[in-house]
Each structure stands twice: as C-alpha cells, then as structure tokens.
C-alpha cells in the first residue's frame, strides 16, 4: 500500500531509514534552504484522509507525485485519485514525479549514497514494512517468500514521462514551456538514499526563484511542498512475484 | 508518554444543580470572568459565583454559590448560552429561538424592534468583531430551513440583521472569526466571507455520520473535525499552517489552550501538543457533555456536574519532563511557549531549561546533545565542574545555583562508581574546558576553570598540560602545586611557578628533576631546556645562582646560558669582564666564551685576545707536555696559530716571552716575530731552523699581504737573502743545493713580488737560464709590459695636453687672418707667404721680422717658443 512518501522525507531530513507506521492526517516539516525556511507537507495516503489532500496542497509551489516503481496501479493511481488534489496549488506550481523502491529493482540503487545509509545488503530484498502487511488486510505474502526474488519493475521511466506529459495536458500547461520531463521524473530508494537528496535540492533551487517572486508580490505567503501519493499497490506487485 | 499538563477541578458538584432529580441533565454552559451559567434540559438556568481558592500548598480548588436560578417556561431544553457581558446580557437558545436575558436578574429582555428569531438550530458569536463598538456584540445564526446564514448585531436592547448569504448546502454548525464564516456543511467544510461572498471548500465531512466541529482557536484559525478522528487545522485563507492531531473518531468537543489541544469524547479528555501532534495526557472522564473554553479557561460538563480543566503551570510541566528525561519534548514546551511568557523571563526559563537538559544528556553521557545545550543555556561552566570532586581550587567562591539544575552530588554518585563513565566523563570536560576557555563564557572565573583543566590534565597525563602552561592562564598556584605534585608532572610545575613569576622555584623544580631527585619523564632534554631558559631569564641573579649547576653539569653546553644569551634592549646585558671572572674555575667553559667574544662577536679587545691567545698556548703547551694524541695537538696548534695570525690585539711579547723557549713552536715564533715586523728574524726561524720551505713562502705572502708594492718586495728579497745567504749558517745535514732550488721555486712562483734587476745581481753565475725561465721570462714580459704601458701612458699624456691647449686657443682667440693686402708691423710690407709669427697680442709679422725682433729684444729668449701658432 505505502509507496514510501513518509521515509523519503525521513530519509532527507533526518538521513535515516526507519519503521514509518501508516501517516495519519498529515504531518509537516520545515527545512532550512539557505536563509529560508521551506515547509514541507508529509501527506496521508490512506482513502480515510483522501479529502485533507486539496486541503495540504493550497498554493504549493511544488508537488512530488510519490508512485512505486514495483507497482503499475501506484501509477495508474496517482492519476485516477491523487491529480485532482492538486488543483489547489499555486498556478505556476511544478510536480515531479518520483519512482520510489528503486533499490528493489534496480542494482545501482542498492549502493547507499550517504554515510549512515545501508549498503544494499542481503535483506534489501526483503522490503516488507510491517505496516504495509498490517495497513492492507488483503496480501497474505510473507516476507520470507519474498526473499531471493527480484521483484518485477511495473513502471519504467518512459511510464513516468509518459505521465508527466498527461499532467502537463491535464493541468493546460505547454510542453515546451513547462520544465521538461527528464528533469522532473526521479527513481529515488528512501531505504538507501538513491536519488534522495538530487530529488529535494533540485526542487528547491527550481521553487525557490518563483516563491520570491511571489513573496515579492504578496507578503507573508507560506510554501507548502507537497507530497501526494499512489496508494494500494503494492498489494499487486507482491501476488505478481511470488 | 503522559504529561501532566492539567488537573481536572470539580467546580460545580449535583448536588447544586439537581440534587438526586435523574432526569435533569446539563446542556449548556457559559463563563464569564466569576459567573458561571448553566442550562438545563428542564429549561432552567442557573447562576453562579465560581471562586477560585488556592491552598497553601498551591492546589487550586472553586468554589461555587449559586446565585440564582431561573425557569424560561418553554418546557424545552435550554441549547445554547452566550453572555455579551458588557451589554449586561445572555443570548439564548431554546426551542430554536433566540432571546436576550438579563445577566443579573435572569429575566427576559424585549429584543426591540424586531420579532424573536425563531427556527434557530444553532448562533455563535464574534470573537474578532468587525465593528468597533464594544456595546455591540455580532452573531452569526444558522435556521433550520433555510440554506442561509444570518449576520446579527446585538446592542443592549436591540437586535439587528445585517447581512444574510446563501450556503450551497444546508449548515449545521458555524464559527466566526471577522468577516470569515467558518461553516460545517452536511457533506463538507467551508471558509465563507460574508463580506465579499466569497468561499473556499475545506475538506469533505459527512456531518450525518460525526458531530461536526467548528472551533475559532485564534485569528482566523480554525480547528475542524475531520474524517478519521482529525483535528484538523485550517486558516481563512483555507490554509492549514500546522499539523493535524489524532483524536478519536467519537469527539465531541475541542478547544485550544496553547500549546495544547483539549478533545472530549465519550470516556475520554485527550491532550495534545500542538507543536510536536504528540497525545500527551489522557483523562478518563465519564459522561463528558460539553468542552468549551471561556477567556483561556477551559471548563467541561458531564451531564451532571461541571468542572474546570486547570493548565499546570508550564515550568511544572517542563520540570516533569525534565524528570522523566524527556529532554527534547521539555525543550519543544519550552520553546513552544516562548510567546506566552514574556521575553525577560523567557530567556531566564529557557537558559535554566537547556542547562538542565544539558545535565541530564551529560548524566546519560550524551557529550554531544549535553554540550550544545550547556552552550545554549549559557551554563556557568562551575557548575559542571563542581560535579567532578577536589576540581575547583579552593579560593574558589563558587556555589552552585539553587534550585539544583541536577540531582547529582558529584561524579561518582552519576555514574555510580563506574570507571569508565568517570573516564569519559573526565575526557568531556577536558574538552569542553578546552573549547570554552577563550570564550567569555569563563568571564570571572577563569582561575576556576584554568585550574581544573590543570588538574584534568595533569590526572589524565594529557600533552595540552604544557600547552596550557606555555600559554597565558589563570591557573591557581596554591591548589596546582600539590595536584601537580601528586601526579609527578614536576617539569609543569616549573612551568607554573615561571608563569606565577617564581622563576627561582621553577628552577630549584628543574634541577631536582635533571639531579634525577625526582622523576618526570616530560622533557629528556631539559637540561637544554634550562640553559635555553637561563639563556633568556631577565634576572642575572637566578643566571648567577645557577650557571654554575649548569656548567659543572655539561660546561660545552652550560655556557650557552652566556654565549648564546639573547642580546635584547629589555634585558640586563651581562659584563663580559664579571662573565670571565665567573668562568675562572671552569676553563673549559671560559675558553668557549672567549673564542665566542673574539671569534663571533668580534670584541676588539686587547684583554681578551690576550687571555684567548694565551688559553690557546697553555692548552698546546699542556700537550706537548703529555705527547698522546697527535690529532688533538695539531688542532690545538692550529687554532693558536691561527689565532696568532688573524688577531692583531694580543700582546705580542708577552706571548713571545712565554715561548721563547720551547722549541717546539718554532712556527708560532714565527708568527710572532712577523707581528713584530722583525721577518728577518722569522724567516731565519722558518728557513734555518724549520727548514720548512712552504711555511716560509706562506709567511711572505701572509706578511706582505695588505702592504703596500715596495714593502712586499723588501720581505720576499729577504727571504730570497736567506736562501741565498752564506751557506755555513745551515745547520748541519742540509747543503746549500736544498736552499738553492727554494730561492728558485720562491722565484718562479712569486716573480712579480720582486725587483727582477736586484735579483740577478744577487744571483750566483753559475745558475743556468733553463733553471729560471719561467722567473725571467715573466720579468721580461712584466718590463716589457710596464714599458709599453707607461708610453701608452706617456703619449695618452701628451694628447690630451693638445687638445687642452687646443680648447684654450678656441676660447681665448678670434682667428688671427692674413692676407697679401695686410702689411707686416714691424716692416711694413704685405705679406706673401701664409708663415707668420704672432707678437704677442695676436700681431702677425713676418718670420724674419720677428727674429729680427727677437735678435734685438733683450729678453729675446723667453719669446723664441711662442712660434708657429698660425
């Protein structure tokens, strides 16, 4: 079910990866980008908080649209449920799309990029947080039957651009004026440290211009960078491979 | 988990209110500084003086005396209460319609001018009034038909309808906040302004399935249940600008009393931090009814009884936090609550907060965490110190700060006897005592921290103990010395008593250790080190009292404190004369100290070239005597010959009286004769007794040296005399041919010192061109130079004598024109021929009448030169 919005953030903030129990409501972060501060929304994945989504999004300069790299419908997802939430966010906001388990798949993603970070050891492949299991009744899998396999990428980066293209069209915005969709689609691993870092800093060199500008214009307007999330995927992915 | 960040306080008990009727419940109340109201559902209201007592030991306890009580007559439950207390009113609901009462008396005000508002489901009032009127109160009020809310101004006996908008769907609970209207909708939540009509959609919210709840918490911020049990915050702009807390899914009621965030449901008060969402404390509370806050103070209802939900004073709370080490959720409340206390205050709070933070981190050995906190917190840095026994010296006026910031009585008690604690607890504060000693924070007591940091160091057998010596510090004498004493750091201790000025002691401290009376392996070289220091010492009294320990130890080295002593304008310079009296006894370090007047600082001094010379003779003379190491003697002869030569200061007799008779150092007779300008007597020393022919060559060339071209040559004929002098002065064993292939070799290879005419004169016949070619025929070239340069010379001369005359000529005359009209002066007739003779004056006449002229002039003589200037 979790695509992993929560350990990113945790992974960037604190620099560690660890146990995130299932987000309730919503929670927040402030970073400190220089001589900003920059608040970041951790948002709630699950249908019970479905609604609260529009609420964290109002006038977000960006969006990071969090799927799972092992799960095709966390894609599909994002787009049937989680666009709409975006409508609230600032007219000239930016998305990025971020591909996240990408250790699971991918070899180059299990070398831990920062210090404390795990390399990726034997169990990487045992990516089975607990609260997934618990937060979604259906997958019977057990991890130990997960051990050993590789699981299948669902969603390869032409998916993601392919989708960012879709956002584009769907939020009435040109291709060739809009940051283009190399630079915006990411596979990060938050339990390794892929891509974690290069997903938020550049982000945040590309807001920051824009959120002056606009602070210029209306003072004391508040940032809000949002995490939305694909939910309830994982549960095919697991079937698929075992 | 649990804070105790409230205490629940029966303010108004059953027995009050209904005594043992069951059937009566609460349903609204409403305060209002002392006065309490509450509602019935028997359509009752009661008054009463709520009295708030604090007992002795700081318990808050109401107590409440009921007033007044009064039956509406509706039969309906009273559902709602607001006091507008400067209007002296009550705004209440019942039976869906909405009526003013009289504060006081509890009777029914006629709201003039309109009817009463009926088919009222629920009204609320502005907390943030748009109107500036205090005597105005306005209301917003919800009907159960229409899809309206309506905007009411209350005045004192009057109530008004200013504004009605439209809703999209039917509303069913609302809050006010200026010109925003904050709405629960039947499927969702909404921000509306009245003013300008305009909205903005909050979130869905299904009000059938949960009571929804719209709570004004500050300036236009809401606090909105939300789906899954939510407290969901939102601002007007439809923003939420804080992170949501997890209630429970049956919440009844909230309020916000900073930094927490109060729920009621069934069972339950939940308490929740607004700045980390964390659920802090959990009330068991049955029957909860109604949680409201009135002016900050938060008061809930069972369906029986009231009670007030009293706030524990925050530092209690930050105390109970820190007592259960819960350091960073103590610093969040701290922080958190930074704009509720003001800003002096504050800043006393927080530093005691961080520093005790920092203690317990410390107690759980959390160097890191406890140091940024003590940093922070501004600690006096004592106070960590007096954690460690014997640290602080004992002139040390310090007490720690009361209340403790801590619970420990020294280091062992925290670390209960553990030595590796104790170690890394020591290692921690010799670090931090290192970062913070150049800070101000040791302002006023850096003797204190100087001193322990000694102590740490010297226990530790740390290297900085010398670097903190060797640097400016504050350590404290009278506490050091044993300490320093205890752990043998005795080269340290020397450097303290420096520090401290007792340059004598550190000496005394020294020597004991370099004696081997004491033991500290510090330094292996500080016997060194102490002749580098009595090098530099300012005092010539300690130089004195123990440069002789010094030189009886090493005197090569010893007298370094004299010879290498730095010249300075601060320092006392030392007499030479005083310095070699001293060194009377120690010859060998008197010698080093004459060579380093003489030789190195080049003293010009007859006394001391003298004494030098003679030390050096005495030495070789004592060789001479013990004739063991040839190596030694020929390096002692030749620094005295040496000696003998270079210096020009020495007494000459008196050094030649004393080795007149040694025939061994014919070579320094030599020398010193040469001093005395007596070269024949040298050379016949050289020549006959020596018979040391290069010896002899070099005394030539040593003595002419810096001479002028005829005395150099007045020495090398001498010694061109000696070789050549008559042969029976030899002394026996050598023949004349030795001293004559000498007075060749000298010739051939000084020819230039010589006057080649005087030699050959003096040269026997017999001796053969060959032999000396190289003599003459460099005599030839040098004559034949000399010849052709003085011409050179001579015609270079006579040059330049023309072209003088020839620029006198040009600036004394005009041209001196003849022609064949001009006529002679003396004959008169023209001249024919361009020959003239000048009389003096520039007259030109005939040659043959000038001779003329001349032959009859008396002084004819003088002017025959004065032709052929034509």
Request: aromatic share 8%; charged share 25%; with cysteine.
């Amino acid at each position: 079910m979790n695509v992993g919005k929560t350990s990113l953030l945790h992974r960037y903030m604190d620099r560690t990866f660890k146990d995130t129990i299932s987000t309730v409501g919503g929670a927040f972060f402030l970073k400190q980008w220089g001589p900003y501060h920059i608040s970041i929304w951790d948002t709630a994945g699950r249908e019970q908080f479905h609604g609260l989504g529009s609420m964290y999004c109002r006038g977000a300069a960006a969006v990071i649209l969090t799927y799972d790299v092992t799960s095709w419908q966390s894609l599909a997802e994002l787009e049937e449920r989680f666009l709409s939430l975006t409508d609230t966010a600032h007219h000239d906001c930016i998305y990025a799309i971020v591909g996240n388990k990408a250790d699971l798949t991918d070899t180059n993603a299990q070398l831990a990029q920062d210090s404390d970070g795990h390399s990726g050891d034997s169990d990487s492949l045992e990516r089975t947080d607990e609260q997934v299991l618990s937060a979604c009744p259906t997958p019977p899998a057990s991890p130990v039957s997960l051990s050993g396999l590789m699981p299948h990428k669902q969603v390869t980066h032409e998916d993601a651009v392919a989708l960012y293209g879709r956002i584009l069209r769907y939020k009435g915005l040109e291709e060739t004026s809009s940051l283009p969709a190399e630079k915006m689609c990411f596979e990060t691993s938050a339990k390794t440290g892929y891509n974690v870092d290069t997903l938020f800093e550049t982000l945040f060199d590309l807001v920051l211009p824009s959120i002056l500008r606009k602070r210029n214009e209306n003072q004391g307007c508040t940032v809000n960078l949002e995490d939305s999330r694909g939910g309830g995927g994982s549960k095919r992915s697991r079937s698929g491979c075992c | 988990m649990s804070v105790k960040a409230f205490e629940l306080v029966p303010a108004v008990e059953r027995d009050l209110l209904m005594g043992d009727k069951a059937r009566i419940n609460i349903e609204c109340i409403e305060c209002c500084g002392k006065q309490l109201y509450v509602g019935t559902n028997d359509c009752f209201i009661h008054h009463f003086l709520l009295d708030e007592v604090t007992s002795s030991k700081g318990k808050l306890t109401y107590f409440a005396q009921k007033l007044l009580h009064k039956y509406l007559g509706l039969k309906k439950p009273v559902s709602e209460l607001r006091a507008a207390s400067a209007l002296q009113r009550l705004i209440m609901l019942c039976d869906g319609i909405l009526f003013l009462v009289d504060m006081v008396s509890l009777e029914t005000v006629p709201s003039g001018g309109g009817a009463k508002i009926r088919g009222v489901t629920a009204f609320c009032v502005n907390e943030n009034p748009v109107d500036g009127d205090p005597f105005c109160v306005e209301m917003a009020v919800l009907s159960s038909k229409r899809r309206t809310v309506q905007i009411y101004t209350v005045n004192k006996d009057r109530v008004q309808l200013v504004k009605e908008v439209n809703t999209p769907e039917q509303p069913c609970a609302v809050s006010l906040d200026g010109y925003f209207l904050c709405l629960a909708l039947s499927t969702q939540y909404m921000i509306l302004n009245y003013n300008t009509g305009a909205s903005q959609d909050l979130f869905p919210y299904n009000s059938e399935e949960r009571t929804p709840i719209v709570k004004r918490i500050s300036r236009e911020e809401f606090l909105l249940a939300a789906p899954g049990g939510l407290g969901m915050f939102a601002n007007s702009e439809g923003v939420s600008q804080r992170a949501p807390v997890n209630w429970s899914e049956s919440v009844i009621g909230a309020a916000v009393c900073f930094p927490y965030v109060v729920a009621l449901d069934e069972n339950f008060i939940t308490i929740h931090s607004m700045l980390d969402q964390q659920l802090k404390q959990t009330l068991s509370f049955r029957d909860g009814h109604i949680l409201q806050d009135f002016e900050g103070k938060v008061i809930l209802a069972s369906t029986k009884a009231v009670y007030v939900l009293v706030p524990l004073p925050l530092e209690r709370q930050i105390q109970d936090l820190l007592a259960s080490h819960r350091v960073e959720e103590a610093l969040i409340l701290t922080e958190g609550a930074q704009r509720n206390i003001p800003k002096d205050r504050f800043q006393i709070l927080y530093k005691r907060i961080l520093q005790q933070a920092g203690f317990i981190q410390f107690s759980q050995l959390q160097f890191h965490e406890a140091k940024d906190h003590f940093r922070k917190g501004h600690l006096d840095v004592r106070e960590l110190i007096s954690l460690y026994p014997l640290l602080l010296p004992a002139s040390s006026s310090f007490t720690r700060c009361h209340p403790p910031l801590h619970e420990f009585a020294d280091l062992n008690h925290l670390a209960q006897g553990d030595p590796e604690k104790v170690l890394r607890c020591k290692k921690f504060l010799i670090s931090y005592l290192g970062e913070v000693r150049s800070t101000e924070v040791v302002n006023g007591c850096r003797e204190d921290v100087d001193t322990a940091l000694l102590k740490l160091y010297a226990e530790q057998d740390h290297a900085s103990l010398l670097d903190l010596l060797a640097s400016d510090n504050a350590c404290v004498l009278a506490d050091s010395v044993p300490w320093l004493e205890k752990y043998h750091k005795y080269f340290a201790l020397g450097l303290l008593y420096h520090c401290n000025g007792q340059d004598s002691a550190a000496l005394q401290m020294w020597t004991r250790v370099v004696d081997g009376d004491l033991q500290d392996h510090t330094r292996s070289d500080l016997y060194e080190y102490i002749v580098d220091f009595l090098c530099s010492a300012s005092n010539l009294d300690l130089v004195w009292k123990f440069a002789d320990w010094a030189l009886h130890k090493d005197p090569t080295i010893g007298v370094h404190i004299f010879t290498k002593r730095i010249a300075s304008k601060v320092q006392a310079e030392l007499n030479p004369d005083d310095v070699i009296n001293y060194l009377g006894k120690h010859s060998q370090a008197l010698l080093l100290y004459l060579e380093h007047l003489v030789l190195e600082r080049r003293i010009k001094k007859e006394k001391f070239h003298t004494h030098l010379a003679v030390l050096y003779l005495e030495r070789v003379l004592l060789l001479l005597k013990s004739p063991t190491d040839e190596e030694q003697l020929t390096n002692a002869r030749e620094r005295l010959q040496a000696m003998l030569r270079e210096s020009s200061l020495y007494r000459v007799q008196f050094l030649l009286g004393k080795i007149e008779n040694c025939e061994q150092l014919l070579l320094e007779r030599a020398t010193l004769h040469g001093k005395l300008e007596e070269h024949d007597k040298a050379l016949h020393i050289l020549v006959h007794k020596l018979r040391d022919f290069p010896s002899a060559e070099a005394y030539c060339l040593w003595a002419a040296s810096s001479r002028d071209a005829a005395s150099r040559q007045q020495i090398f004929h001498l010694l061109l005399q000696v070789y050549l002098g008559k042969p029976q002065m030899a002394p026996d064993g050598c023949n004349g041919g030795e001293m004559e292939m000498a007075a060749v070799d000298l010739l051939n290879r000084h020819g230039e010192a010589f006057d080649a005419v005087r030699v050959l004169k003096i040269l026997p016949d017999g001796w053969s061109l060959q032999l000396l070619k190289p003599f003459v025929g460099r005599a030839i070239r040098a004559s034949m130079h000399a010849c052709r340069t003085s011409q050179i010379a001579v015609g270079l001369a006579r040059s330049e004598n023309l072209q003088l005359l020839h620029d006198r000529l040009k600036e004394r005359k005009k041209p001196i024109v003849i022609s064949e009209k001009k006529g002679c002066h003396l004959c008169h007739n023209t001249f024919s021929e361009p020959d003239v003779v000048c009389l003096p004056g520039g007259v030109p006449v005939h040659t043959h009448c000038g001779a003329q002229r001349i032959r009859d002039s008396p002084t004819k003589r003088q002017l025959t030169n004065s032709s052929n200037h034509t």
